[in-house]
């Protein structure tokens, strides 16, 4: 059962001590799960969406094949593990053989890991789980959501704008759900807060052939190797993806 209660008493302004050190603990435990599940996933491509979505809605739908066209390229679909456009993304890559992973998080209602996931890491908070979907992925695919996607969105983008991690493509998928989104941006362009190369770093685009074929291209500059250079150490119970 989540204690909910010691996550709002810790962002509730200084705690003890005592207090910080125990969620310090929780949060390298929670990095050292991450770790240990997505270690030997390979390359990556995470898809964000709603988990609101059924099976028979269009978005569903198309999440599912994107999952599987990004999952032919021999990228593993990484997902937060949940239903909706996660579940659909993560079973696009199953109906292909692909592979497909999930960092899935722990919520005051349950949200079990859908039934499409190679393997999973349940995490607490919810800034590790981000940080953990970041660190794998080669690329991202934001499909129509709420308020974690456009976090994922931005947190993303935020770390290319500043050279945090690589100038990895960004795919911004429905253009009538994000229209307002994408004025938006614009808006920050015009405004001056962003330069007008920022809005370099995304694709918006209705197109499934559109979306593979960008971040083919766009990631054929980056070293797909850095899987190789690890092998599983067996006394800590490691093991490689089968698929």
């Keep these: 059962m989540l204690d909910q209660q010691s ?12 207090n910080d050190f125990k969620v310090t603990i929780r949060t390298v435990f929670d990095f ?14 995470a898809i964000f969406g709603s988990a609101r979505f059924a099976e028979d809605h269009p978005h569903y739908i ?11 390229l021999g990228f593993t679909i990484m997902t ?12 696009g890559a199953k109906d292909v053989g692909g592979r497909s992973v999930g960092c899935n998080i722990e919520l005051p ?21 981000k940080t953990l979907l970041i660190k794998y ?28 991690i690589k100038n990895f493509p960004i795919v911004i998928f429905d253009k009538a759900f994000h229209q307002n989104l994408v004025e938006y941006i614009l808006d920050m362009k015009n405004s001056g807060t962003i330069s007008p190369e920022d809005l370099d770093l995304i694709l918006v685009t209705d197109d499934v052939e559109a979306t593979v074929n ?6 054929s500059k980056f070293g797909l190797e850095y899987q190789r250079k690890f092998k599983p150490m067996r006394w800590l119970f490691e093991m490689k993806n089968e698929n």
């Design 7 to 18: 996550e709002i008493q810790f962002l509730d302004g200084p705690q003890s001590r005592w």
């Design 80 to 91: 937060g593990g949940g239903p909706g456009i996660m579940e659909a993304a993560n079973r």
């Design 32 to 45: 050292i799960k991450g770790y240990r599940v997505l270690h030997f996933a390979g390359p990556c491509v």
């Design 109 to 129: 209602f349950e949200q079990d890991p859908n039934p499409y996931l190679d393997k999973w890491v349940t995490i607490k908070y919810f800034f590790v789980r």
């Design 137 to 164: 992925a080669y690329a991202f695919v934001v499909m129509p959501g709420g308020f974690g996607t456009l976090d994922e969105l931005f947190e993303s983008l935020t770390l290319i704008q500043t050279k945090k």
């Design 62 to 72: 198309k999440a599912r094949q994107i999952g599987a066209e990004i999952a032919k």
């Design 214 to 219: 960008h971040i083919k291209g766009a990631i």
